[in-house]
């Protein structure tokens, strides 16, 4: 089968993605710690161990199949063959579909992670990849116990959010943000991707899109514009260093799988309280 594939190896990961599901030979050549044949030797008797690719096996007999995956790279050595990494899988590739929705795994076999899901949105013509926020379903199944089929039940717990989640997409794309409102949402998003440090960016810059399929005035389209903008990086931008001066710098990109998460969680949830405040 030929394959189209994306692969990004920074200081803190590799990951791998394709138009096609992703066979074995090609998530092991990138992300290898899916396939640990044991835990991490620092683990004790009492962790149980079931490795990340029976999972995805038993998915894939199951219709689900994997398109993305990351791995993250550990300061230790050592722990590499056995270090976190998230996989976003679905039931087809989409063809034809503005979006498809995925369910996100991630795991660790060095006692980083538990095992654990969420429910996310695929955006084709960006490849855009969105996490749902707090108000959708996640899975955590602790590594102790008979933990195989509670991980299978989990993909379809998360799973039955699907509708709800495509009604979610839809109710953004129906809501019209002023340029006040879409300010709001920015300052908002840099707050979440800065907290209290001083953002190197300003609003306008992250509200700025990279693509004319992206110019417009709906929540959906200002939602993933900021959010292609903070999880990709690559803004130009200014910080003050300790001396006073003004040093140009470029924003980085978010290639930690935590901090993947958790951002892109937190952009989701303040997207829908724009929602909820713009249909109050």
């Known amino acids: 089968m030929t394959y189209r594939l994306a692969t990004r190896f920074g200081r803190n990961s590799h990951q791998i993605s394709?138009?096609?599901a992703l066979d074995n030979e090609t998530l092991y050549r990138h992300v290898p710690s899916i396939f640990a044949r044991e835990a991490h030797d620092s683990r004790s008797e009492r962790y149980v161990y079931v490795p990340t690719i029976e999972i995805v096996e038993g998915l894939r007999r199951e219709g689900w199949f994997p398109f993305f995956a990351v791995q993250a790279?550990?300061?230790d050595g050592e722990r590499m063959g056995h270090a976190k990494h998230m996989l976003r899988l679905r039931?087809?590739?989409g063809i034809g579909k503005q979006e498809a929705a995925e369910v996100i795994i991630v795991n660790s076999h060095d006692g980083t992670s538990a095992y654990q899901m969420f429910v996310g949105v695929?955006?084709?013509?960006?490849?855009?990849?969105m996490i749902a926020g707090e108000r959708f379903e996640e899975v955590r199944v602790p590594h102790k116990g008979g933990i195989q089929d509670q991980i299978i039940e989990g993909v379809y717990t998360v799973a039955e959010d699907f509708p709800r989640l495509i009604d979610a997409t839809e109710g953004m794309k129906?809501?019209?943000?002023?340029s006040d409102e879409q300010r709001v949402l920015a300052e908002?998003?840099?707050v979440?991707?800065?907290?209290?440090?001083?953002s190197p960016v300003r609003p306008d810059q992250i509200i700025a899109p990279r693509r004319r399929e992206d110019v417009g005035q709906s929540l959906w389209q200002t939602f993933n514009v900021i959010q292609e903008n903070l999880i990709r990086g690559g803004v130009d931008g200014r910080r003050q260093t300790s001396d006073g001066r003004i040093r140009r710098s470029r924003t980085r990109a978010i290639n930690g799988i935590d901090q993947n998460v958790g951002l892109n969680r937190a952009l989701w949830t303040l997207a829908e309280g724009m929602q909820r405040l713009k249909t109050a």
């Open 174 to 178: 129906d809501t019209r943000l002023s």
């Open 188 to 190: 908002a998003s840099l």
């Open 18 to 20: 394709g138009r096609e």
């Open 192 to 198: 979440a991707r800065y907290g209290e440090d001083e």
């Open 122 to 129: 695929l955006r084709f013509v960006c490849t855009n990849s």
């Open 91 to 93: 039931r087809d590739g």
């Open 73 to 75: 790279v550990p300061r």
